[in-house]
């Protein structure tokens, strides 16, 4: 179930984040000119794999019993773990962050939505009750909008509800997920959850070794046309993410903290990965045959639960994947050759 609620996400993230790796074909791709590589063999980086924690754990049983949680609605006061709605502003000196006044936002106190010092100022209050706070937010808070900011909340509140979850009993997990102990059950999970974060440790170190080859290697300079195909390919992509999540492209921007400067160095960035890429396949050869291609396209259908590989491609374009699955070998390429060493150990 976890791999269902992250493929979507993940998998447009992945492809959509891929195509910036490589220019469209369109621009002059010999870099040489440019680009002097570094030693692969000096790349070193660290596979990191986080333990699972409490709040992983929490989340996803949640979304496991989604469908058989009961609401008790009720006046308050409110507690740790109710679900509340409300009425909520957000405004940076006046200017307004979020506004959810007409719509409403709701959430369970304790997520964290808006941060602990938002949640602690809900313990207490009941339905009608009006309520106000300034939080001062690290620059490395999550939440680009908030990053940094000093930002004054108003609400009030307008229902609360105990959470009321199931008892993960032996018969429960059999008769809802056909586990045949709730022992089972949440080892299952755990287990997910583990290769989830193995999965996550090893993006984040592919990502570390592509990003170091451009900073080692000597940069001179880039096609202005490549630039300009890395551009129009990260404003294609925030206006992906703003149509998957109901929102504008400039609440996207916001979201991710990227005001002119910073958009400009992203694009900077992808061009400079473009062209360290596209030289190591050429150095490389790394080429995909027709039938290398078609089982990567199986395979990758069948990973993320497609039906087929016509069902994959009509959602994302043979373009799309191609680039996505020849640099995904070039960086296995990076990895077989690179010095990678282990940080930490996977404690259960």
Same mark, same amino acid.
């Given at each position: 179930?976890?791999?269902?609620?992250?493929?979507?996400?993940?998998?447009?993230?992945?492809?959509?984040?891929?195509?910036?790796?490589?220019?469209?074909?369109?621009?002059?791709?010999?870099?040489?000119?440019?680009?002097?590589?570094?030693?692969?063999?000096?790349?070193?980086?660290?596979?990191?794999?986080?333990?699972?924690?409490?709040?992983?754990?929490?989340?996803?049983?949640?979304?496991?019993?989604?469908?058989?949680?009961?609401?008790?609605?009720?006046?308050?006061?409110?507690?740790?773990?109710?679900?509340?709605?409300?009425?909520?502003?957000?405004?940076?000196?006046?200017?307004?962050?979020?506004?959810?006044?007409?719509?409403?936002?709701?959430?369970?106190?304790?997520?964290?939505?808006?941060?602990?010092?938002?949640?602690?100022?809900?313990?207490?209050?009941?339905?009608?009750?009006?309520?106000?706070?300034?939080?001062?937010?690290?620059?490395?808070?999550?939440?680009?909008?908030?990053?940094?900011?000093?930002?004054?909340?108003?609400?009030?509140?307008?229902?609360?509800?105990?959470?009321?979850?199931?008892?993960?009993?032996?018969?429960?997990?059999?008769?809802?997920?056909?586990?045949?102990?709730?022992? $089972?059950?949440? #080892?299952?999970? *755990? &287990? @997910? /959850?583990?290769?989830?974060?193995?999965?996550? +440790?090893?993006?984040?170190?592919? =990502?570390?070794?592509?990003?170091?080859?451009?900073?080692?290697?000597?940069?001179?300079?880039?096609?202005?046309?490549?630039?300009?195909?890395?551009?129009?390919?990260?404003?294609?992509?925030?206006?992906?993410?703003?149509?998957?999540?109901?929102?504008?492209?400039?609440?996207?921007?916001?979201?991710?903290?990227?005001?002119?400067?910073?958009?400009?160095?992203?694009?900077?960035?992808?061009?400079?990965?473009?062209?360290?890429?596209?030289?190591?396949?050429?150095? $490389?050869?790394? #080429?995909?045959? *027709? &039938? @290398? /291609?078609?089982?990567?396209?199986?395979?990758? +259908?069948?990973?993320?639960?497609? =039906?087929?590989?016509?069902?994959?491609?009509?959602?994302?374009?043979?373009?799309?994947?191609?680039?996505?699955?020849?640099?995904?070998?070039?960086?296995?390429?990076?990895?077989?050759?690179?010095?990678?060493?282990?940080?930490?150990?996977?404690?259960?």
């Amino acid at each position: 179930m976890i791999k269902k609620i992250r493929a979507f996400e993940v998998l447009a993230m992945a492809i959509a984040g891929a195509v910036l790796l490589t220019g469209c074909g369109k621009s002059d791709n010999d870099y040489s000119r440019y680009v002097t590589l570094a030693d692969i063999s000096s790349l070193q980086v660290e596979l990191n794999v986080e333990p699972v924690s409490d709040e992983q754990r929490e989340e996803a049983i949640d979304g496991y019993l989604a469908d058989e949680i009961d609401y008790e609605y009720g006046d308050g006061p409110i507690e740790q773990g109710n679900y509340v709605e409300m009425t909520l502003t957000a405004t940076e000196d006046g200017t307004v962050l979020y506004d959810f006044s007409e719509d409403g936002y709701e959430l369970t106190v304790g997520s964290k939505d808006f941060g602990e010092e938002f949640d602690a100022e809900l313990i207490g209050k009941k339905v009608g009750d009006p309520f106000a706070l300034t939080v001062t937010y690290d620059s490395t808070y999550s939440d680009g909008t908030l990053a940094g900011k000093t930002v004054d909340y108003e609400g009030k509140v307008t229902n609360v509800a105990k959470v009321i979850k199931p008892e993960i009993t032996d018969t429960f997990v059999k008769e809802k997920f056909g586990a045949s102990s709730a022992k $089972e059950w949440l #080892t299952t999970i *755990e &287990d @997910e /959850l583990i290769s989830q974060n193995q999965s996550d +440790a090893r993006e984040t170190m592919r =990502d570390d070794l592509v990003m170091q080859l451009v900073e080692k290697s000597t940069i001179s300079g880039y096609p202005k046309a490549l630039y300009n195909e890395q551009k129009k390919l990260i404003e294609n992509e925030f206006a992906q993410y703003a149509s998957m999540f109901g929102c504008t492209v400039d609440e996207i921007y916001d979201m991710f903290g990227m005001d002119e400067e910073a958009f400009r160095e992203e694009c900077l960035n992808a061009t400079y990965r473009a062209m360290v890429l596209t030289l190591v396949q050429q150095r $490389e050869q790394i #080429t995909l045959s *027709e &039938d @290398e /291609l078609r089982q990567a396209y199986e395979d990758f +259908a069948k990973q993320n639960e497609y =039906d087929s590989v016509d069902e994959l491609l009509a959602d994302y374009g043979e373009e799309e994947l191609k680039n996505y699955i020849i640099n995904e070998r070039t960086i296995d390429f990076l990895e077989e050759h690179a010095n990678i060493s282990d940080a930490n150990s996977l404690v259960r």
